[in-house]
């Protein structure tokens, strides 16, 4: 958690209101960090309902394997989320296995419910096996304490070089009856997802099969968590939840196109997203947000590869930060893709200005221009491809001295 607040951080923490049928606790576990909760427990009811989607690194945690298994088994019983931050538990061998059963055992004897059942995070350092009676130990006080009205402490106890706590909350009506979702997300580095990213939670009281909760987040994660990045690196523990109590009474819903859904599923995008920026905007070092559109690709999935080719690009992004307008790195970075390109027919904008197009500088284009354009904060770059219909858009930041800064010094 860094003492440097990102210069996009929203003014404070949304007001997320308590959700029908789930209860939390946060605590001192002192897994890494000393004086700050670094471990959060999330008790969905009876019912309730879990959707999850992880990391696609080849080389995930202990707590990703044992998640995915989780998400399989059926539960009569409470389901629980069991978060710790200050490691991430990855790369920990047979300890690390270990601990993750632990933790699991420990948090069902506290909480009730069935071990195999219960989500697992760890996130920090890489190669650190979790020490897990540090969490189990915690248990029974976190048990006597739960609230339904913890969701700011919660984000704060999952943090780790994030500089401020994420939050979003949404309504929408299922059948004219009012459901309430609310989301946190923990993340600043090592953020190039692949299905979602870093650690983030979505909870709502709707009453919602697993079938359907799944298929909304397999259908919304691509314009939202994966069409973030802020230094191309995918991390071994990225795990997006989202869970349904069904606390709320409205008739079940069975599929995720059922025409009822439309409002939860806009509700729902909009939590998603919320979130997602709030990952960008508080990018390790960040000085500049960054919006980067492709067009005129020859599919929306080519447009997504060429758009992230230039959002990863450390030449691209380092000259962000230098507030150089240099249309030659974002050109490297189009062709570099490994997708359909022809110099001849490409455009590029960095604002409203036209920098470069069918190959060559824009005539009306003058270096003054870019340099006035590229002081401000929020940074826009539109690549017109002019060979399809294919679209997509991708957010990022620059590439700063601040950012080896935090990671030169992330173990120490």
């Known amino acids: 958690m860094s003492d440097t607040i990102s210069p996009f951080a929203p003014d ?10 789930f209860t939390m606790a946060t605590a001192e576990a002192g897994v890494k960090y000393r004086g700050r909760t670094d471990l959060w427990v999330l008790r969905g009811e009876p019912g309730t309902e879990v959707a999850g989607v992880y990391t696609q690194n080849r080389c995930p945690g202990a707590p990703v394997d044992w998640s ?36 699991a055992q420990g948090a069902a004897a506290a909480f009730g419910g069935d071990a ?41 106890a999952i943090m780790t070089t994030d500089t401020y706590p994420k939050g979003a909350t949404a309504q929408a009506k299922i059948d004219g009856v009012a459901v309430t979702i609310n989301g946190i997300a923990k993340g600043s580095g090592m953020i190039a997802p692949d299905m979602a990213t870093m650690l ?3 909870a709502t009281d709707a009453t919602l099969g697993q079938q359907v909760l799944q298929q909304l987040l397999n259908d919304l994660v691509g ?13 071994t523990s990225d795990t997006l939840l989202l869970l349904a109590s069904g606390a709320a009474d409205h008739a079940p819903v069975s599929q995720a196109d059922d025409p009822r859904l439309a409002d939860f599923r806009r509700a729902l995008r909009a ?50 930060a230098g ?70 858009t991708v957010y990022t930041c620059d590439l700063t001295h601040r950012y080896i800064d935090i990671n030169a010094d992330y173990r120490s």
């Not at 195999?116 to 915690?138: H, M, P, W, Y």
């Open 12 to 21: 404070g923490f949304p007001n997320l209101p308590p959700l029908r049928g």
């Open 68 to 103: 995915r298994a989780a998400l399989t088994v059926a539960s009569e019983g409470p389901r629980l989320v069991v978060v710790n931050s200050g490691t991430a538990n990855v790369f920990s061998g047979q300890a690390g296995r270990d601990a993750v059963v632990a933790t």
């Open 116 to 156: 195999n059942t219960i989500q697992i995070a760890s996130t920090g350092v890489i190669g650190v096996a979790l020490k897990a009676e540090k969490l189990v130990d915690q248990f029974g006080g976190m048990a006597t304490r739960m609230t339904p009205d913890g969701w700011e402490a919660a984000a704060r």
């Open 200 to 202: 983030a939670y979505v």
């Open 223 to 235: 314009s939202t968590f994966n069409s973030v990045t802020v230094d191309s690196d995918t991390s």
């Open 271 to 320: 939590v998603m997203f919320d979130l997602s920026q709030q990952i960008v905007r508080d990018g390790e070092g960040i000085s500049k947000l960054v919006t980067i559109r492709v067009s005129g690709a020859v599919s929306d999935g080519s447009a997504y590869r060429i758009a992230k080719s230039v959002a990863d690009s450390p030449l691209v992004k380092t000259a962000i």
């Open 323 to 392: 507030e150089d307008a240099n249309w030659g790195r974002i050109v490297m970075a189009v062709g570099k893709a490994g997708e359909p390109a022809e110099r001849d027919s490409l455009s590029i904008h960095i604002g409203p200005h036209c920098l470069a197009s069918q190959g060559q500088p824009d005539a009306d284009y003058v270096e003054e221009m870019g340099a006035t354009y590229m002081k401000q904060a929020e940074i826009e770059i539109a690549i017109d491809l002019g060979l399809g219909s294919g679209t997509a």
